[in-house]
């Protein structure tokens, strides 16, 4: 056998775990939203945390879905870093338009460890009313039934957390194009799939969680240093002997007019995360890139079967996010965004490769180095910025320096 068949040979059984790969997270993201019949169970209260920073695509929107959840008891709270942040306004708005929800907002909280978001939890988990907690990021939007089906699944002591599956919808941007259907394809197809093998993949965009099990896992102090406070906090659940269950209740995630760049760093942002809790996943992503393989089959030397092979799997990719987008908010994506899907996965292709050498990420308006289990360092800044801070030391010193002006 030459080099050249023993080459198309191996990128042909690559092809093979592709598409076995993507029909996998197909069935296992149709059997993860089925409708099930659960028994009824005693629906005790909840305190739901809502981190904010900043105006969010359709903030009003998304927060007024959670002022109208089909609950007895809840209470929702607010809380931003910023006591002159502009989703304050949004959040008293809704107050005044829904004066029966209990509803508070918490403007400013103590330094808490370098993930921003669990520094807004911690003040928040100071002032809750309630034992169960529900962790909800603002850019989620909800049905009425959410809470009651996402409630169910604590119908046992063993469960110790339950979160969600998420759709994007929304999408005009090309930006936001790529990004719902990278959400409705890969990422949901993967959630769903490790559910069913019962492997630990939590999304923070929805968290139940009582607080007895998060005390037991130490709290938010225990995930206040790391990125992924997610799934660290889904990984010491699992250790610490409880079961983690997905409901079949799917949530929205709002993206109408996100930018290229945003897509692209949101996204090496995840991949340096599944690069540093489940290594051994994220070596074989690739594979479930079903216009990668295509394209590098295709041009790994003159073979019809290969050029064959990228059109099927190309296909392929576009039929998993247009069917799954289906599966998920009921209508398929337009055709013309649907053409975005292949170009997506190849663009993505260099940003899993950069997760490999380079741990550097940028989120919130923070730089940070990402080490094991994503625990979070501080970078050090910028030479310009460094410059600029010894020149006004400079200047600061030569002004000190100066007699008194006489008659001062």
Known sequence: MSSFEAVNLLLGLVAIVTVVTTVWSMASLFWATRARRIEPVDLPPVSIFKPLKGLDEELEQNLRSFFQLDYPVYELLFC????????????????????????????????YGLNPKVQNLAAMDRVRKYDLILISDSNVRARPSYLRETVVYL?????????????????????????????????????????????????????????????????FAAVRNVLAEDQVIG?????AGYEIKLSHHVIENVNRERSFRWFLNRHSRWYKI???????????????????????WAFSGESGVAWGGLLCLVGMGMVRDAVQTRWLRGSFPRMRDLLLSPAKDLL???????????????WRGHR???????????????RQVRRRVRRVHRLRNQSGDRPPTPGA
């Open 155 to 219: 119908d046992s002591p063993k469960v110790g957390l339950v979160s969600n599956i998420f759709v994007g919808v929304g999408e005009e941007s090309a930006g936001a194009v790529m990004e719902n259907l990278e959400l409705n394809g890969f990422i949901a197809g993967g959630v769903a799939a490790a559910s069913l093998v019962g492997a630990t993949c939590v999304v923070g965009k929805s968290m139940l969680i009582p607080s007895s099990v998060l005390s037991a896992i130490g709290g």
């Open 274 to 296: 599944r690069r540093r809790v489940a290594p051994l996943a994220f070596a074989i992503e690739p594979a479930a890139n079903p216009a990668a393989v295509g394209v590098v």
């Open 235 to 239: 990984i010491r659940v699992h250790q």
């Open 368 to 382: 940070f180095l990402v080490g094991r289990m994503t625990r979070l360092r501080s970078t050090r800044a910028t």
């Open 348 to 362: 993505l292709l260099p940003v899993w490769f950069d997760a490999i050498v380079n741990r550097r990420i940028h």
């Open 80 to 111: 931003v870093a910023d006591a002159n942040d502009p989703a304050i306004s949004v959040v008293e708005s809704l107050r005044r338009e829904f004066p029966n929800q209990d509803a508070t907002v918490i403007a400013g909280c103590p330094p």
